[in-house]
């Protein structure tokens, strides 16, 4: 894998990592006034667990900022939805606490400005990088429709299994504060599965990636087991605490068992398909170095051309 440098980067990617970093900042900051101005409430009208609440939302913004490597790294365009998706949760965030609290109102109204604020400028950046990556999409994959199939079943794959891996740390760290909490010690088994839960997703993007088709046929039939497992955590919750109108740790996970459930189930369909597409020339485009091209220059046009026709040197990976 290759260094991401700055100076390879162009202009919006810049500074798209630039203005994401200080959003990072800003409303890490935000949470961190948050949590104290609620330790120093001594009348403790506020939300009880404010504590999670904030943890969890510091969570989706870390995530955040590195996903922003992740998307220009990679340059996956449905990623950048993902992306999206995500400010749209934290602008939900922001908006509930918003509501729900009347204390510390100055922190809170901050908070939403500057998410609303970036959330107007990653709408800009984001039809502007959708473009720029659609370009490298074509500069990478060329015109034969097989390729390009297999390259989306890939970029969805990739994306799925992002947005998998941050609600089950989100699940992971609610888990240990209801560990905390002595409300269960089944606590102890359910953050021991959860981590094998994010490691075996990330033997999935190995196996994919490889076209490893023994390991992934074992991941395709584990997964039936993690998506069973699932199913009965969110009926034990269910059936221990029903859903109140203001959220609870115990809600909170089943909220998120609900969600990873559903990322999984795609996970594995997306698998499948790229299972039985195993050594049709994916393997061979994401692991064989390639000279991105610019659109200005005429000669990597040419070369453009050529790929495309399936002459040429580059022609052979497509066979």
């Known amino acids: 894998m ?4 700055w100076k390879k980067l162009d ?13 990072a900042i800003l409303l890490i900051v935000n949470q961190i006034i948050r949590i104290l101005e609620f330790r120093n409430n001594k009348s403790r009208l506020i ?3 404010i504590d999670l609440y904030a943890i969890l939302f510091f969570l989706g913004v870390v995530y955040a900022g590195i996903y922003v490597f992740i998307i220009i790294k990679f340059k996956n365009i449905f990623q950048l939805v993902s992306f999206a998706i995500v400010n749209v949760m934290l602008t939900i965030y922001a908006i509930y606490e918003l509501v729900l609290n009347r204390s510390s109102l100055a922190t809170l109204v901050f908070l939403l400005v500057v998410v609303l604020i970036y959330d107007a400028f990653y709408t800009f950046m984001l039809i502007r990088l959708y473009k720029e990556f659609t370009w490298d999409f074509w500069n990478r ?15 969805i794959f990739l994306t799925i299994l992002g947005l998998d891996l941050m609600f089950s740390s989100a699940f992971l760290i609610a888990d240990c504060y209801f560990l905390w909490s002595d409300y269960s010690k089944e606590s102890y088994i359910d953050i021991a599965l959860i981590i094998i839960l994010i490691f075996w997703g990330i033997l999935g993007y190995y196996c994919f990636r490889d076209e490893n088709t023994k390991l992934m046929g074992l991941f395709l039939f584990s997964s039936l087991f993690e998506i069973a497992y699932l199913i009965a955590k969110i009926a034990l919750f269910t059936h221990r605490k029903k859903l109140k109108n203001q959220l609870t740790p115990i809600s909170v ?11 999984r189930i795609f996970l594995w369909i997306i698998c499948i ?11 061979a485009r994401l692991t064989r170095d390639y000279i991105p091209i610019s659109p200005e220059s005429n000669s990597n046009k040419n070369r453009l051309e050529i790929m495309m026709d399936g002459s040429g040197e580059d022609s052979d990976d497509f066979n």
């Open 2 to 5: 290759r260094f991401l440098w």
């Open 253 to 263: 996970l089943i909220i998120l068992t609900a969600v990873i459930l559903l990322l």
């Open 273 to 283: 398909i790229g299972y039985r597409n195993f050594g049709l020339g994916l393997k």
């Open 11 to 23: 202009k919006y990617s810049k500074i798209f990592l630039v203005c994401s970093l200080i959003e």
């Open 47 to 49: 939300e009880e667990h």
């Open 141 to 155: 994959v060329g015109s034969q429709p097989l390729i390009q199939k297999l390259f989306k079943v890939w970029s």
